[in-house]
């Protein structure tokens, strides 16, 4: 909570104070968005009358950010649309500058954009992720100059945006990634009036001296000139974390077009940025006087960094594990969409979680989450969208060297960021006829070259491309141990084996799949038929869930039980790895993707420690148990209502807990203090081994750190009966609120024995004034789903009137229910 309340004061000052000064406004409300291309601009804007059915097509309201993708890239029965859609809005323009500019700000819409001004095409962009600009200027004023102007739109400005995110091969990222290439303005559109002479970029480079901890700002900037102005007056000022300003000057400077330098700044002792102690600086460059002044912050922070050639990683001369974590843009019910608070939510739940370092993967971000990764401590790898497919031609290239050095310059400032990423699986074919390592190599080191030469202050890197390892600074192979190869006790060999191979070595991907709910009694019987072979990449075919090698993402149960051995597994071991940089776990939250259709929710990746709309697994407490300091404590099986065994059977309880001991009570007994030990594998050993009693059962913790007690509690149902083949499935009601109701499936056998194991595919159904809560990309938010443990759930928002539920499965009796 206290980590909440200091992050939002310091993100709402600074996003305040950049929008005033900036005069942005975010353009969000009275949108039409059509899904599906026009003949024609025209379309978008000629006069229609009220009521006329040749009106046509229909456009719909919307409110920005927008996705076209929201609700169909998880649809698990048809492929998610990719083309031209539409977004059209009249605008009120009054830009209070005499002689100044009126700009369209994209923070992100994908893939492709064009912009228009009623008919007069005034923009366009290639890339689903940077950000840019259209200065739509000159068309406001052509059209204020036109009859219709006052006569059909009285005085307001028509603009139209199409997107597209078609298919095609020479756009990166590839539509083989293992992601939804979305399309729509799906971040934040800003109407933004500057003066003549306006800041486009700032940079500002602060660097530390290691040796005697002083520090320096070089200020330079590109400006926004269109009316070719020669000269101008600047102010830059420095002001430091708790608001005192530390130096200013003004200058007169002359404009002769490109980069111009504004002066540097010396720093004595500047307090230092860290991920326990983000403290950022604020850089303030005023262009320009009296009412013709525009005025630019960034927000910086002084750190100095090293990757040790053959160890560990190094922040402000100390070591640094890096505790990390991976991000898509993407969310239940939006995609990617996101508004700021959902943002703000996932990264608070993140740090809470112990996260210090992210992956930001495959894309640059919005410029919400570089602001949360400075403002929360979370040093950051973002990357470009080269993933994989193989290398295009010209115009390929092009666009990769376009977006690297966009998101170079947009997010330069940015303390958080220490690895510019250059690709990922660069090493996967699919895209072109041809496959040539050598080309890869060759654009590979133009993109490092580039890299350095627009930011020499940070390292470069990229994941499993074997034969390009020797090109960046940073170097992640693909180690899956004991999901995608091996079994998970290989992690350190494997990892120590792929350390030696290069100079500088950071292991981002690892974990595996869960659903969400499905629990096991003997989660790693997989592990039985998986030979320990020393390797644990990841192989064409992996994913597949149907032949090939033995493998647990193929063979395993898919349970939040075996998930949370294996992160408990490695999170030990990291513990006794004092060369180790660090890692990044995959990922943070389930997303979306085209290319997984099989699995339990079809269409998504599952290995997110959070699902899709940030409901929390299993696995994220064992993270939180290790990672931070904060007292907790969780008793595993939080979604799990029935264990099962027989009637003296012992079953392990498991507590993840980063307290010093904890005491477990079994129906109110107590079942005996264990003290933590991280390298007692599972549990860190605080595990218990007990009996219970057939039916009803409660266990709670009480674990001590210090002075501090924390505690947690669950029920649950033992069932001791042996269940034969599912036989009947049987709907109820769970709960009803606001509206929504609660549905619950069960599957028994014959004798009316619930199948506990059971993991049938069940598909909702729903008739009546009603509709279902589906296409969300969760365990009980889908309509097509994967059981777990012979139940699923599904919502069903109920509208005041009646409907009939119904839930079918292969072979069995379709179920109905009334509401």
């Given amino acids: 909570m206290v980590i909440r309340k200091i992050f939002t004061a310091l993100f709402l000052l600074g996003f305040t104070v950049q929008a005033v000064a900036q005069q942005k406004i975010r353009l969000s409300n009275n949108w039409e968005f059509l899904k599906q291309d026009l003949g024609g601009i025209w379309e978008a804007v000629r006069p229609v009358g009220k009521g006329n059915p040749e009106s046509v097509p229909l456009w719909q309201t919307v409110t920005l950010p927008h996705c076209v993708n929201a609700q169909d890239a998880v649809d698990p029965d048809v492929n998610y649309y990719q083309g031209p859609s539409w977004y059209r809005a009249q605008l009120d323009i009054s830009n209070p500058y005499a002689g100044g500019r009126t700009l369209l700000h994209f923070e992100g819409a994908g893939q492709k954009s064009d912009v228009y001004v009623y008919t007069t095409k005034v923009g366009s962009h290639t890339g689903g992720y940077d950000e840019w600009t259209v200065d739509i200027t000159d068309a406001v004023e052509a059209f204020r100059k036109t009859d219709v102007y006052q006569k059909q739109f009285k005085g307001k400005i028509p603009v139209s945006i199409r997107t597209d995110n078609s298919r095609d091969l020479e756009l990166i990222p590839s539509d083989l990634s293992d992601f939804n290439l979305y399309g729509g303005i799906y971040r934040y559109l800003n109407l933004v009036y500057t003066p003549q002479l306006s800041v486009?970029?700032?940079?500002?480079?602060?660097?530390?001296?290691?040796?005697?901890?002083?520090?320096?700002?070089?200020?330079?900037?590109?400006?926004?000139?269109?009316?070719?102005?020669?000269?101008?007056?600047?102010?830059?000022?420095?002001?430091?974390?708790?608001?005192?300003?530390?130096?200013?000057?003004?200058?007169?400077?002359?404009?002769?077009?490109?980069?111009?330098?504004?002066?540097?700044?010396?720093?004595?002792?500047?307090?230092?940025?860290?991920?326990?102690?983000?403290?950022?600086?604020?850089?303030?460059?005023?262009?320009?006087?009296?009412?013709?002044?525009?005025?630019?912050?960034?927000?910086?922070?002084?750190?100095?960094?090293?990757?040790?050639?053959?160890?560990?990683?190094?922040?402000?001369?100390?070591?640094?594990?890096?505790?990390?974590?991976?991000?898509?843009?993407?969310?239940?019910?939006?995609?990617?969409?996101?508004?700021?608070?959902?943002?703000?939510?996932?990264?608070?739940?993140?740090?809470?979680?112990?996260?210090?370092?992210?992956?930001?993967?495959?894309?640059?971000?919005?410029?919400?989450?570089?602001?949360?990764?400075?403002?929360?401590?979370?040093?950051?790898?973002?990357?470009?969208?080269?993933?994989?497919?193989?290398?295009?031609?010209?115009?390929?290239?092009?666009?990769?060297?376009?977006?690297?050095?966009?998101?170079?310059?947009?997010?330069?400032?940015?303390?958080?960021?220490?690895?510019?990423?250059?690709?990922n699986e660069n090493d996967w074919p699919g895209d072109f006829p041809e496959f040539d390592q050598q080309k890869i190599r060759a654009f590979m080191k133009e993109l490092n070259d580039l890299s350095h030469k627009l930011d020499p202050t940070r390292k470069t890197a990229i994941r499993r491309c074997d034969f390009c390892k020797d090109i960046v600074d940073v170097y992640s192979p693909s180690i899956w141990a004991g999901w995608y190869r091996g079994i998970y006790t290989e992690y350190k060999d494997v990892s120590r084996a792929e350390f030696e191979k290069v100079d500088h070595f950071l292991h981002v991907e690892w974990g595996g799949d869960s659903h969400a709910r499905r629990h096991s009694e003997n989660p790693d019987k997989a592990l039985q038929g998986i030979t320990a072979a020393k390797a644990a990449d990841e192989r064409a075919g992996d994913a597949s869930l149907f032949g090939g090698a033995a493998r647990v993402s193929k063979d395993g149960d898919w349970s939040e039980s075996y998930i949370c051995n294996l992160v408990d597994w490695h999170l030990k071991e990291q513990e006794t790895m004092p060369w180790l940089t660090g890692t990044a776990q995959w990922p943070f939250k389930d997303f979306s993707t085209p290319v997984r259709p099989d699995n339990p929710v079809p269409y998504m990746n599952q290995k997110g420690v959070v699902e899709r709309d940030l409901?929390?697994?299993?696995?994220?407490?064992?993270?939180?148990?290790?990672?931070?300091?904060?007292?907790?404590?969780?008793?595993?099986?939080?979604?799990?209502?029935?264990?099962?065994?027989?009637?003296?059977?012992?079953?392990?309880?498991?507590?993840?807990?980063?307290?010093?001991?904890?005491?477990?009570?079994?129906?109110?007994?107590?079942?005996?203090?264990?003290?933590?030990?991280?390298?007692?594998?599972?549990?860190?050993?605080?595990?218990?081994?007990?009996?219970?009693?057939?039916?009803?059962?409660?266990?709670?913790?009480v674990a001590r750190k210090g002075k501090v007690q924390v505690e947690d509690n669950v029920s649950f149902r033992y069932q001791t009966e042996k269940w034969a083949a599912p036989a009947k499935l049987v709907l109820e009601k769970l709960s009803e609120q606001d509206g929504i109701a609660t549905v619950q499936v069960k599957l028994f056998d014959a004798k009316g024995i619930q199948c506990l194991d059971a993991a049938n595919f069940v598909r909702f159904g729903l008739a009546g004034d009603g509709k279902l809560i589906d296409n969300q990309g969760t365990s009980s938010g889908s309509r097509y789903v994967q059981m777990y443990n012979g139940t699923a759930i599904i919502k069903v928002e109920l509208k005041g009137g009646k409907s009939v539920v119904s839930v079918a499965a292969d072979k069995l009796p379709t179920a109905f229910l009334n509401l």
Wanted: net charge positive; charged share 20%.
């Fill in 200 to 423: 486009q970029q700032l940079f500002a480079k602060a660097e530390v001296n290691a040796a005697n901890k002083n520090g320096t700002v070089q200020i330079s900037a590109d400006l926004y000139n269109p009316s070719g102005k020669t000269n101008t007056a600047v102010t830059v000022q420095l002001v430091d974390p708790k608001g005192k300003e530390v130096n200013r000057f003004t200058k007169n400077i002359n404009l002769t077009g490109g980069r111009t330098d504004l002066g540097t700044i010396q720093v004595t002792s500047p307090a230092l940025w860290s991920t326990e102690d983000p403290l950022l600086y604020t850089v303030r460059v005023t262009v320009g006087t009296g009412t013709d002044q525009a005025v630019h912050t960034e927000k910086i922070g002084f750190r100095y960094f090293e990757f040790v050639k053959k160890g560990p990683f190094m922040l402000n001369g100390k070591r640094l594990l890096l505790r990390g974590t991976h991000r898509h843009e993407d969310h239940a019910g939006v995609a990617q969409a996101m508004t700021d608070q959902m943002m703000r939510e996932e990264m608070v739940m993140m740090k809470e979680m112990g996260v210090n370092f992210i992956r930001l993967g495959h894309y640059q971000q919005s410029r919400t989450i570089l602001e949360l990764c400075d403002s929360l401590g979370i040093v950051v790898w973002e990357e470009i969208p080269w993933c994989r497919g193989g290398l295009g031609g010209d115009v390929y290239k092009e666009q990769a060297r376009r977006m690297l050095t966009n998101m170079i310059n947009q997010h330069y400032n940015h303390a958080s960021v220490i690895i510019w990423g250059l690709g």
């Fill in 615 to 701: 409901t929390k697994k299993e696995s994220y407490y064992v993270f939180q148990s290790y990672w931070t300091n904060t007292p907790m404590v969780h008793i595993y099986g939080h979604t799990m209502p029935v264990r099962w065994g027989d009637a003296d059977e012992e079953k392990m309880v498991k507590v993840y807990s980063n307290c010093d001991e904890a005491e477990l009570f079994l129906n109110g007994k107590s079942m005996g203090i264990k003290k933590r030990n991280s390298q007692d594998f599972p549990a860190a050993g605080l595990r218990w081994n007990l009996k219970f009693n057939a039916g009803n059962n409660t266990v709670r913790v």
